[in-house]
């Protein structure tokens, strides 16, 4: 008699999975990137996000864009980071894996390509919980590697546990997968053996050593420090340019960089804020708002040491507005923003991250604190030091009492003539001049002192009568 079995066979439950790739997931996938595509806010910049369906390869791709994150090592041009993706794809046995893809530029770029974030038996496994938790960790992921954010610490520890995640379950699923940690383990021991009897001839330590072999890379952090003024009539000694303080910022757009500004701003306080004037101000409790008119970019308006900017590159059809936000998250603890710090000056101080927009015809420069990594985090403390000392020998203000330096020895000298006025002669200050005794016939001449009064007596008390009560 024959028998009908009512298990599926392995060919069966493999055109079960093709087929579900298309019928159900793709779906899933495509509603939950095109959500992801309209928030677009992956890091510490906006960033357009895109669909990437693949039909012929059985792939989906949620993308991020590309944007600027500096000048290029080439010497001309920006360098630029992109390659950032979340894609999901079906292999030919219908099992589902999907990738986290980082950000990468000429300027910074991870050890690993991606990071094998699952990898799920069919489509089935894959629910609409796994998307998006796959979607927030890769922008962790690009938030991570970006040379524009960085991540903050929670982000980082994230991104580490899915690397060695991902390289164990690449391990596991080799051959003889403990024979190669046995391998691997007796070269370490072999490396850092060697390592050491190297430091020890040397007379170094082996992290110096690896330091020396492996330096950290160069943060490259530009700065932009000097005394800008909007009341060039003033004549306060700062930069007379209007422009020079767009022209700076305008340089840096789309990097980090480290801010160590004075803007004199007396003219322009308590003045109703116009954008359509040559240059206005805004303060608020958290922010300030400087607006350059349109028509300003004049070759006049920049110092000469500037290069020249093409007419509306610098100024756009409707102006330009730079806008400078307060660390309230406290990312770092350089970023400082002084409103009338000094009296009457604005003060820029710190690492900040500059982006460009140039929506409706007009220039916006938004400057925001950055969360740094280690690299950046050192650059910027060491910038911090080099602006601390370049200021100790800065030349008084104009009009300004400035205090008296004394040595110890000066200090000394000082007391030493206060005390004795012997020691006033020894020391070259002349004592002062004692008057002239007077003689018999000045003193004759002159009129004799008045008798003095007698002093009265207490009057006496009355007598008490005897046997009175």
């Known amino acids: 008699m024959l028998q009908l079995s009512l298990q599926p066979t392995t060919a069966d439950l493999h055109r079960y999975r093709m087929l579900n790739w298309t ?25 357009n996000l895109y669909v990437q369906p693949d039909l012929d390869r059985r792939s989906l791709t949620l993308a991020a864009g590309n944007h600027p994150v500096g000048n290029s090592l080439k010497g001309s041009g920006l360098a630029v980071e992109g390659g950032a993706a979340l894609t999901v794809s079906q292999a030919v046995d219908g099992s589902v894996a999907v990738f986290l893809y980082p950000f990468k530029s000429e300027l910074m770029r991870r050890k690993e390509d991606n ?8 489509p089935d496994d894959v629910t609409k919980r796994t998307i998006d938790r796959a979607i927030a960790d890769a922008a962790r992921y690009w938030r991570v590697s970006s040379a524009l954010d960085g991540g903050s610490r929670p982000d980082r520890l994230r991104v580490d546990y899915l690397v060695l995640r991902a390289q164990l379950r690449e391990a596991i699923a080799r051959r003889s997968w403990i024979g190669k940690l046995v391998k691997i383990g007796v070269s370490l021991v072999a490396v850092i053996s060697f390592l050491s009897a190297i430091a020890t001839l040397a007379g170094t330590s082996v992290p110096q050593l690896w330091s020396r072999m492996h330096p950290s890379a160069d943060a490259g952090m530009p700065v932009t420090a000097g005394w800008y003024t ?15 303080l767009l022209y700076d910022i305008r340089q840096n757009a789309g990097k980090v ?21 040559a240059v206005s101000r805004k303060a608020e409790e958290r922010s300030l708002t400087y607006s350059f ?21 610098l100024v756009a059809e409707n102006g330009a507005f730079v806008t400078v936000l307060d660390d309230r998250d406290v990312r770092n603890a350089l970023t400082r923003l002084g409103i009338n710090a000094e009296g009457v000056d604005d003060e820029l101080y710190g690492p900040y991250l500059i982006k460009a927009d140039g929506e409706d015809a007009a220039l916006t420069l938004t400057l ?10 050192d650059a910027a403390t060491a910038i911090a030091a080099q602006r601390r000392a370049a200021h100790e020998n800065d030349p008084p203000p104009n009009g300004v009492p400035q205090p008296i330096k004394l040595s110890a020895a000066d200090l000394q000298r000082l007391q ?47 007598g008490v009568q005897a046997g009175s009560q």
């Open 368 to 377: 925001s604190a950055p969360t740094l990594d280690s690299t950046m985090q």
């Open 416 to 462: 030493a003539l206060a005390i004795s006025p012997a020691a006033s002669t020894a020391s070259g200050v002349r004592p002062p001049t004692a008057l002239p005794p007077l003689d018999d016939g000045s003193l004759g001449r002159l009129p004799p002192l008045p008798t003095p009064l007698p002093a009265p007596h207490p009057a006496s008390l009355p």
């Open 230 to 244: 909007f009341c060039p009539q003033d004549g306060t000694g700062a930069s007379p340019k209007l422009l020079d």
């Open 23 to 47: 019928v159900v997931l793709v779906d899933h996938l495509q509603q939950k990137f095109a959500a992801a595509a309209v928030r677009g806010i992956v890091a510490a910049f906006r960033e």
């Open 115 to 122: 990071i094998l974030w699952a990898l799920f038996k069919g």
């Open 257 to 277: 960089a480290f801010f160590d500004v004075q803007v004199d701003v007396a003219c322009v306080m308590g003045t109703a804020f116009d954008p359509a004037a």
């Open 293 to 313: 008119g349109p028509g300003q970019a004049g070759q006049n308006d920049t110092d000469g040491e500037r290069p020249p900017m093409r007419p509306g590159q």
